[in-house]
C-alpha cells in the first residue's frame, strides 16, 4: 500500500518559478526521503530529513517535515526546464537494521512541469 | 563508480509466459531491492535481500514471483506464469552501510508488457 500521498498530483510552472510539493504519510517514520524520475536518469534520490529534523537545505532544495501533522514538504526554487520530473516522497519507517538500508514506501508522485 | 545495471530494458511476452530480470547492484552493496511501479504509482517493494539472505518479501506474490541473489551479488527476479496486471516497471535498487545507510540507488528499470 502507498503511505505518502504527495499534493498536488500534477504541478505546471514557468522556469525561474519556485515549486513546493507536498507529502502526507499514516505511520512513525525514522527519516522521509525525496526522489525525482524522468524517463532520462531514473530513480534518483534528491535529500533525505531524519524525524529529529525539520528543515534541511541541499542547493535549490528545501524540505521541511512536521512529524505532528505527519507531512513534508519539497520547495525548488529558481527552477528550471531540467527539473521537469515526477517527484516521489518516501518514508522509512522499518525497524533499524545492522549492515543495510531500509524498506522504503512510496506516495504517489507529483508531476512537475517547467516551462521556458 | 558504475550505477546499479539491469538488463533487459524491456520486455513483451503474452500472459501465462515467464520472464526472468537481472540486476547488477553497486559494487560492495549489501542491501538489494526489487520494486514493482505500475504506471502512475509509485514504486512498490517486492522484495529486499540483505546479502544473500531475504529481508523482506512480504508483498511479493509468491504463486508467481520468485527471486534469488547467489552469492550475495547478483539478482534474479522472474515471473511464472505473467499476468496482465504485471505489466509495469521493476527497479532494482542497492544500497551500503558505509556513508548514508538510507540511500538507495536506482537502477534503470526493465519496463514490461504483458499482453
Known amino acids: 500500500s502507498q503511505q505518502g500521498e504527495e499534493d498536488p498530483q500534477a504541478l505546471s510552472i514557468q522556469e525561474g518559478e519556485n515549486a513546493t510539493m507536498n507529502c502526507s504519510y499514516k505511520?512513525?517514520?525514522?527519516?522521509l526521503q525525496w526522489y525525482r524520475q524522468n524517463s532520462g536518469r531514473g530513480l534518483v534520490h534528491l535529500i533525505l530529513?531524519?524525524?529529529?529534523?525539520r528543515e534541511k537545505h541541499s542547493g535549490r532544495l528545501r524540505v521541511t517535515l512536521d512529524t505532528s501533522k505527519k507531512s513534508s514538504s519539497l520547495l525548488i526554487t529558481a527552477s528550471r526546464a531540467a527539473d521537469t520530473a515526477s517527484y516521489f516522497c518516501?518514508?522509512?519507517?522499518?525497524?533499524?537494521?545492522?549492515?543495510?538500508?531500509?524498506?522504503?514506501?512510496f506516495g504517489t508522485g507529483t508531476q512537475l512541469k517547467v516551462e521556458l | 563508480e558504475a550505477g546499479v545495471a539491469q538488463s533487459p530494458r524491456y520486455k513483451i511476452i503474452e500472459k501465462r509466459q515467464s520472464v526472468a530480470f537481472w540486476c547488477n547492484p553497486i559494487?560492495?552493496?549489501?542491501?538489494l531491492y526489487w520494486y514493482q511501479q505500475i504506471l502512475g504509482q509509485g514504486p512498490k517493494l517486492l522484495i529486499q535481500?540483505?546479502?544473500?539472505?531475504?529481508?523482506?518479501d512480504s508483498q511479493l506474490p509468491k504463486d508467481r514471483f520468485s527471486a534469488e541473489r547467489l552469492k550475495g551479488v547478483d539478482s534474479t527476479l522472474k515471473i511464472q506464469p505473467a499476468k496482465l496486471e504485471d505489466s509495469a516497471v521493476y527497479l532494482c535498487?542497492?544500497?551500503?552501510?558505509?556513508?548514508?545507510?538510507?540511500?538507495?540507488?536506482f537502477g534503470p528499470g526493465t519496463r514490461l508488457l504483458v499482453l
Open positions: 535481500f540483505q546479502n544473500n539472505g531475504v529481508v523482506d
Open positions: 518516501a518514508t522509512d519507517a522499518g525497524a533499524i537494521l545492522t549492515g543495510g538500508g531500509n524498506k522504503l514506501t
Open positions: 559494487s560492495g552493496h549489501a542491501t
Open positions: 530529513i531524519r524525524s529529529n529534523e
Open positions: 535498487a542497492s544500497s551500503s552501510p558505509l556513508g548514508e545507510r538510507r540511500t538507495q540507488y
Open positions: 505511520t512513525s517514520i525514522n527519516n
